[in-house]
T-cell receptor
């Protein structure tokens, strides 16, 4: 079985500051990990995914995430926050059954202060 | 074309009404999904279609009836809904069911049951 825990339901940073959103996973099989972003009243957009090819994954909009097996973590970072990054971010994990068993974390709301 | 299109964007219906939500993708994806998302919560899987056949029903009440007329279309028929069914309904698709395939989401239909 797979699960993810997102630490912090709400993160607030200043514009231009580092963004760090935390995600820890639990998986009985090698995991596939995803970060999705959801803007208000929108669907989910894939930011990036880890599929074992490389531990440091670069995504869209300047985001990246590093898979650390020893820490069972897949934290999302962005060096410099922009006002347009304000949104809800979901970490998700799947195993061998792929998207039909995609398990989401509870989400982290990112607020950007001017 | 990397879009999943959902119609309508908003829907208000009475508890005795019958309505349908529609979803369309032209990416050649062979798996399609319905999710339900309540406010401030992650999406919850409702149904999975694989090669136009229903493969997963997550114990969804029968007042929700999915239909997959062809590989590009997915419908969700609604009948006798309750106010607690008000939510954002998201459609998604994926190329297949392998672990490393990501789900592409539509913008959702905001459903309000009165």
């Amino acid at each position: 079985a797979q699960s993810v825990t997102q630490l912090g339901s709400h993160v607030s940073v200043s514009e231009g500051a580092l963004v760090l959103l935390r995600c820890n996973y639990s998986s009985s099989v090698p995991p596939y990990l995803f970060w999705y972003v959801q803007y208000p009243n929108q669907g989910l957009q894939l930011l990036l995914k880890y599929t074992s090819a490389a531990t440091l994954v670069k995504g869209i909009n300047g985001f990246e995430a590093e898979f650390k097996k020893s820490e069972t973590s897949f934290h999302l970072t962005k060096p410099s926050a922009h006002m347009s990054d304000a949104a809800e971010y979901f970490c998700a994990v799947s195993g061998l059954k792929g998207a039909q068993k995609l398990v989401f974390g509870q989400g982290t709301r990112l607020t950007i202060n001017p | 074309d990397t879009e999943v299109t959902q119609t309508p964007k908003h829907l208000v219906m009475g508890m005795t009404n019958k309505k349908s939500l529609k979803c369309e993708q032209h990416m050649g994806h062979r798996a399609m999904y319905w999710y339900k998302q309540k406010a401030k919560k992650p999406p919850e899987l409702m149904f999975v279609y694989s090669y136009e056949k229903l493969s997963i029903n997550e114990s969804v009440p029968s007042r929700f009836s999915p239909e997959c007329p062809n590989s590009s279309l997915l419908n969700l028929h609604l009948h006798a809904l309750q106010p607690e069914d008000s939510a954002l309904y998201l459609c998604a698709s994926s190329q297949g069911l392998q672990g490393n395939t990501e789900a592409f989401f539509g913008q959702g239909t905001r459903l309000t049951v009165v």
